[in-house]
């Protein structure tokens, strides 16, 4: 007995070192993270039989326990993941807020400011050079601040694919510590030992590691787990693959895992959070940024291609932005303008272009169309080069050039020919004859214009044929088509005789001017077809003064329009009673006449409409010889936006906020700010229509204003921003219960490890006791033999 | 329920970093005194502060253009202010100058006074503010008007536009600062064209076109003695003295002793044989005789003087005597009249005024040559003529008051846009303080309470921290 009294004292006395020893462990690892509560499981051992009845044979350790949840680590781990996402997300998104700034000088709101208030400064006092280098520095300071905010999305880019690969290294050290703890774990587990604190361990690694991906934990065999990244096998029973981060074709950020094909979509942890920064937020943000910068070009571009500089018309001028040849055969002019790579879109519509002599301060206005799907670079070079005193061609760097003849100059504004009559054919000092109608007219091949020049002793009579191959279509001649042919008639030429097309309708004229010069249209079979049936043989003479309509003011009208100006009957300026002269417009509508008979004092300014004024000066109208002009009305000269997409007369440079910069040749020399529409140094309209592309809505930004476009980026990045940090919050404390309750079940509480102090080392002195008194029984049994 | 003594701790932790997070928030708030520090502390508040900021910046903007505005429309004012000052001076003067107990020397000083205040008022016309010419129209460069010399007269010239000067005084506000020289100087309203009284030259049956006042020259090119050799008479120097022009009757009675030509006055012949005898026509047009060889004998029969006419004092055209609407021409000024020649009956320089059509200046300048008399005119055409002078100088003085009225009235206007606009600029940035400046009372109470709530934190955390069995644990 007494050695079974013995044993179970022993027993006693072992499993209470152990329990102690456990409670020691717990003591000394109750701040280690991811430390479980051990628990020593003890129960009594077996009862031995003697003399029938049952005896109690002391206390056993049956095993040292872990107090763990797997299900709560799983969600722990889960919850980590999204903790990593978002917190790296929170990092970037607060960076990307860190580049504008909400309000101050050097934000970009501030630098927009600034930049159209020197554009404000500049169009009070037009004249003033200090003002205009300050404009040209705020335009500079302006582009720079795109720049820099553009070169920020690019770095803060970049930086994405260094964390994300430093973090991805992290992801492997870890995915093989896994490994290895599984290995570890597994050998344990087969020698039948329970390694609780390898366990513990790998739980704080798979922790660790579902901060950084996305991962789900298996069970495997003989304790082992394997780890899945979003499906993909990172972490084996007994080795990892390993992690990688790439770039793929479109220089995307992408995750790939050796041995899975194709790339990971990785969508937790902080990996999956600097993802969606790299791949969302930062392109979203910054191609809006691009959208601000291209449409505050294009904006700006606009008015400011169609201004004239205080330094006046150009005489040479050349584009900022290359044609390119898309086909690749060598040559750009066969490209569609429309197609040829040139950064902003031309659509269907027109340019308008002034031509000025630059003696007499006389311009004439040509209309060049522009079709999206039709006009070529070649046919817009053509149609350039058929202006009269200009020249255009691709200079060596692929760039439009535009030439005026010496002593001209050219400008794309929307002022009004100021001496609409340059060709003479409204009262002008050469003879004129014009068909009644505007063309075009129906001619038929063959048909011939006999016309006899000069009435003194030796008149020149000649015929001028035209021929279906001079005509697209010769029953539907154009006034241009008949101009030409009668131009480069070599008789016509010789005997003074030409024609000019005024719009639609053609003119006969002399060459020559004043009272002598005269012709007669004397037959041919065409003279029915230009309604010149009833003239035939009668001397048209020319006049010593020339009528030269003047027009002042500026066109409010809002749609483009051509009004033809005609008399209404024969007679002179000033003198004949009832004459008039009756406008229309394009459509052929009345618009109004003006009383330029006995009433009317030569050089008196008359209103036409649409804010303009028109004066006549002295001389003499025939309605009978069909006399007009017309006069070119565009409230926007450039409505194809072709000279935004040549960067013709720009302020701006670039299309993107990368790109964005002032025209160089414009910011050493400020003179070359479109500053006025008329040319007059006076004249600040071009300055005062940039102020408006602050505030006017663009299309190209969804209908918001420059202003609110910024507002918008600003306040959908604050929004992101805050979202993001309320959700970390709540992440955060939705953890932290899970923690609590993690440490509920497998914290340790020092207070009750206490406890189990004094009660095992109460336990350990009864057995101890217990032994000394088995013991003083086999001596008091000793003594007695 | 078990209790962690791990998560005792964290709780702890976390309620300290709660408070102080609240308690850093408030202070930031304090030292800067915005309520928005970054997008994200209020996405709305500072979207809406953006815009703010934007209206405020354009409404400073705007100030800054009208004070610049109110600067311009001001020198424009005071300039045409002077100018009225200088009008009724010159009206004065005119005034005295019409009075015929003024002698030509006294009209001469007079002529001289005026032609002062003219260059005063040109010089005011060309008044610069700034770099930039008030009275250019758009043409702010060079000085809007130009004083020419040309044909014997001089003329001021408007080398400006038509235009004005505007600035953006409000988003949709453009204001006009400036009049053109044309409206304030030279505001036409032709009423056709005015010939001198001397030559007999008359305005044709077409229009003429031009502007101020031109001299018409007409010049004596020979004269067609008729018969006079046949008593004896002779022209002296081959007419070259002769002013005469068209056909003139001379009359000579021996009997009475008299001479006359045409319906001028009956003078007595010559009593010695005088080589030089001069004899006027109606017009004062002169025939030079030489009487040496007279035999003085009676003699009725034409003399006819042949002439030419320019505008420009270069291109004569000749004439005689039966056009009725001879065109002539001066391109250099671009005028143009036409001339009844039918009355001309003596050479000499005409004026012509574009009636209406004259600028304050060249009024002026006529004005001042008038008192001069060059043309030597008659006591009463000269009155009436100055008569005239004086309504133009009334209607452009009109004129200058109304371009002052209209300068004032635009800077009265500028100054309400700038009030409303100051309005509008304190409301704005009162509501911006609503929105992005921190509410310094309640941040000061948020401040504290996070420090108290801090403070209570701390203390409490400590104690749990403390309570341990531990401490019973002998």
Known sequence: ?785 | MRIGTFSTYRRVLSGLRLNQSANIRAQEQLSSGRRILRPSDDPTGASRAIRMERQISDISRYRDAISQGINTTDSGASALTSASTLMIQARELLLQGMNGTYSATDRAAIATEIDLIREQLVDIANRRAGDTYLFGGTATTAPPWEEVQYNGRSHVLYRGNGDEQTIRAGETLDVAVTLSGAAAFGKFAPTGTVFGQLTGAMGGTTADQGAGYSTLNVRHDATLPGSIGTVGLGLVSSGAFDTLLGDNTLTIDAVAGTIQLGTGEVIPLPTTPDPNFVIKNEAGGELHLDFTTFAGASYTGDVRGEGSISLDGVNFTAFDGTETDLELSDSTLDRVVHVDTTAINRAGDDLVEFKGATNVFDLLGAIADDLRNDEGLEPQALSSRLQNRLTDIDRHHETILVGASTLGSRGARLGSADDRAADVGLQLEGLLSNVADADLSKVALDLSRSEYLLQLAQASGARLMQMSLLNFIG
């Open chain 1, 1 to 785: 007995m007494t050695s079974l009294s013995l044993t179970t004292g022993l027993k006693a006395l072992l499993s209470s070192r152990f329990v102690l020893d456990t409670v020691g462990h717990n003591l000394a690892n109750a701040n280690t993270p991811g430390y479980s509560r051990q628990r020593v499981n003890l129960s009594s051992s077996l009862a031995l039989s003697s003399r029938g009845s049952l005896i109690g044979s002391g206390v056993d350790v049956t095993g040292i326990e872990r107090g763990v949840d797997a299900l709560l680590a799983r969600r722990i781990n889960s919850q980590q993941g999204a903790l990593g996402n978002l917190g790296a997300r929170l990092g970037g998104l607060s960076e990307l807020e860190s580049f504008f700034g909400t309000s101050g000088g050097t934000a970009l709101s501030g630098m927009l400011d600034d930049f159209f208030a020197s554009v404000s400064d500049l169009a009070t006092a037009p004249g003033d050079g200090v003002l205009r280098s300050n404009l040209a520095q705020g335009s500079l300071a302006v582009a720079g601040r795109f720049n820099e905010i553009s070169k920020r999305f690019s770095t803060a880019e970049r930086d994405t694919l260094s964390e994300v690969t430093s973090l991805v290294r992290e992801v492997n050290s870890r995915a093989n510590e896994v490994a290895a703890l599984n290995i570890e774990i597994a050998e344990a587990q087969s020698t039948g030992s329970i390694a609780n604190d390898l366990l513990d361990r790998r739980d704080v690694v798979v922790n660790e590691l579902s901060e950084l991906v996305d991962v789900t934990e298996l069970a495997g065999p003989n304790g082992t787990v394997s780890i899945l990244v979003a499906g993909n096998t990172l972490v084996g029973s007994s080795r990892a693959a390993t992690m990688s981060a790439v770039r793929d074709n479109s220089n995307a950020i992408k995750i790939q895992i050796a041995g899975s094909s194709g790339y990971v979509p990785v969508t937790g942890g902080s990996v999956g959070g600097l993802l969606e920064l790299g791949a969302n937020d930062i392109p979203n943000l910054s191609s809006k940024f691009d959208d601000l910068a291209k449409q505050l070009i294009l904006s700006t571009n606009r008015i400011h291609s169609t201004g004239i500089p205080v330094s006046g018309p150009f005489s040479i001028l050349t584009g900022t932005n290359p044609l390119k040849d898309f086909d690749l055969d060598g040559k750009a002019t066969d490209e569609l303008l429309s197609n040829a790579g040139l950064p902003f879109e031309v659509t269907n519509g027109a340019l308008y272009v002034n031509v000025q002599n630059n003696a007499t301060g006389e311009t004439e206005k040509s209309r060049v169309a522009i079709s999206k799907s039709h006009t070529t670079v070649a046919g817009f070079l053509e149609s350039l080069n058929e202006i009269e005193h200009l020249s255009a061609d691709i200079d060596g760097t692929g760039r439009l050039r535009i030439v005026a003849d010496s002593g001209h100059g050219f400008d794309f504004s929307s002022r009004i020919a100021s001496l609409p009559d340059a060709k003479g054919t409204f009262g002008g000092g050469r003879a004129s004859l014009a068909p009644g109608t505007p063309g075009p007219y129906s001619l038929a091949d063959g048909d011939t214009l006999s016309v006899t020049v000069g009435s003194g002793p030796s008149p020149a009579a000649f015929t001028v044929t035209f021929d279906q191959s001079d005509f697209t279509e010769i029953s539907q001649a154009t006034a241009a088509e008949i101009a030409d042919v009668i131009n480069n008639d070599p008789n016509a030429s010789l005997n003074g005789f030409r024609a000019v097309a005024v719009d639609d309708a053609v003119v006969f004229q002399s060459a020559a001017e004043g009272a002598a010069a005269s012709f007669a249209v004397t037959g041919g079979t065409s003279v029915g077809a230009f309604g010149f049936a009833g003239l035939v043989g009668t001397t048209i003479t020319g006049n010593n003064n020339s009528v030269d309509p003047k027009i002042s003011g500026a066109y409010t009208g809002d749609a483009e329009d051509i009004y033809t100006f005609r008399p209404n009957m024969d007679g002179v300026i000033g003198t004949t009673v009832g004459l008039q002269v009756e406008v229309f417009d394009a459509k052929g509508d009345f618009v109004t006449s003006l009383a330029v008979g006995d009433d009317y004092a030569p050089g008196t300014e008359l209103n036409i409409a649409e804010g303009l004024q028109i004066e006549f000066g002295l001389g003499e109208l025939s309605a009978t010889n069909g006399d007009l002009f017309t006069l070119d009305l565009a409230p926007d000269s450039d409505t194809s936006d072709v000279l935004v997409a040549l960067g013709m007369n720009s302020l701006f440079t670039g299309s993107s906020a990368a790109d964005i910069a002032v025209r160089a040749d414009l910011v050493e020399n400020p003179d070359l700010i479109a500053s006025s529409i008329s040319g007059a140094a006076g004249d600040s309209r071009a300055l005062t229509a940039l102020l408006d592309v602050k505030s006017h809505k663009q299309p190209g930004l969804g209908g918001a204003s420059i202003d609110e476009f910024y507002g918008n980026i600003i306040s959908e990045l604050g929004f992101q921003t805050a979202s993001t940090e309320n959700a970390l919050i709540a992440n955060e404390a939705v953890t932290e219960s899970l923690l609590i309750r993690r440490d509920q079940i497998s914290g340790v509480d020092v207070d009750e490890e206490l406890v189990d102090l004094v009660a095992f080392e109460q336990a350990f002195q009864a057995a101890s006791r217990f032994i000394a008194t088995v013991s003083n029984l086999n001596d008091e049994l000793l003594a007695l033999i």
